[in-house]
């Protein structure tokens, strides 16, 4: 994996190859010890029927995270130990749950992916200083945005076949403007606008999932999808 192939990155720390593995056992044990009052605190602030999504970083990603971005020095000063996600039906509700979270807890760091996303991707990500002095991303999202930034994870970044993997080799630049078109089309249907949805492109068809009509009929749907296949990264 990742982080097997970029070891060599971590000596360039103080710290060894063990040291780091022993730093993000124990910091993985904090956050999971104490994720669960971490979803409590969230859920208080969120709707009733929002779906709440977290989990403590596991190990392995930590260490592939910090191989990538070794100036972090060790996994203890990555803002993501614990991740939770909030899935809401409006937008109204998304910016709900973000003033409440930037009342109770200490703001250390902020992105609006939903006003302007980050190529398809629409999110509102904060990271506090949560319960315990433990950092915590926060990610508040749409069932609709929920759903597309799936669709799009599992097309362009977890490719699974080798008609997947050949066509994005070869338009990929396609695949990735279907999913912006995609990303507007359920925006403005949030927003509470008429909107004509994006059509799949034909050589999509049949080797990318299509989610157009679950983005088209909305919430409802959306959440009895999300309870049989999605689950936080």
């Known amino acids: ?5 970029h070891q060599s990155k971590l000596l360039k720390s103080d710290a060894s190859i063990a040291d780091h593995e022993k730093i993000a056992r124990e910091f993985h ?7 669960n009052e971490h979803i409590d605190a969230i859920k208080a602030m969120a709707p009733a029927n ?3 999504e977290a989990r403590a970083k596991p190990v392995g990603n930590a260490l592939e995270k910090l191989a990538r971005k070794p100036y972090y020095g060790d996994v203890t000063h990555l803002g993501d130990g614990s991740g939770v996600r909030v899935i809401v039906d409006s937008l109204d509700e998304v910016k709900s749950v973000v003033g409440k979270a930037k009342a109770k807890f200490k703001v250390i760091e902020e992105d609006n992916y ?28 749409t069932q609709r945005q929920n759903t597309i930034a799936h669709a ?20 990929g630049h396609e695949v990735a403007a279907y999913y912006r078109a995609l990303s507007d089309y359920g925006y403005k249907l949030d927003k509470g606008e008429k909107a004509d949805p994006p059509k799949m492109p034909d ?3 049949g080797h990318f999932k299509d989610v157009t009509e679950q983005v088209t009929i909305g919430p409802s749907r959306l959440r009895e999808d999300h309870a049989r296949f999605f689950k936080m990264d």
Not at 1 to 5: D, Q, R, S
Not at 29 to 35: I, M, P, Q, S, Y
């Open 203 to 205: 050589f999509m068809r």
């Open 114 to 141: 939903i006003d302007t996303p980050k190529d398809n991707y629409r999110s509102h990500h904060l990271v506090f200083t949560g319960l315990h002095g433990l950092s915590v991303e926060l990610q508040v999202r």
């Open 50 to 52: 929002a779906e709440i």
């Open 1 to 5: 994996n990742f982080y097997k192939a």
């Open 29 to 35: 044990a904090k956050h999971e010890a104490k994720l």
């Open 152 to 171: 799009t994870h599992s097309a362009i970044y977890k490719p699974s076949t080798p008609e997947q993997f050949a066509i994005l080799k070869a338009r």
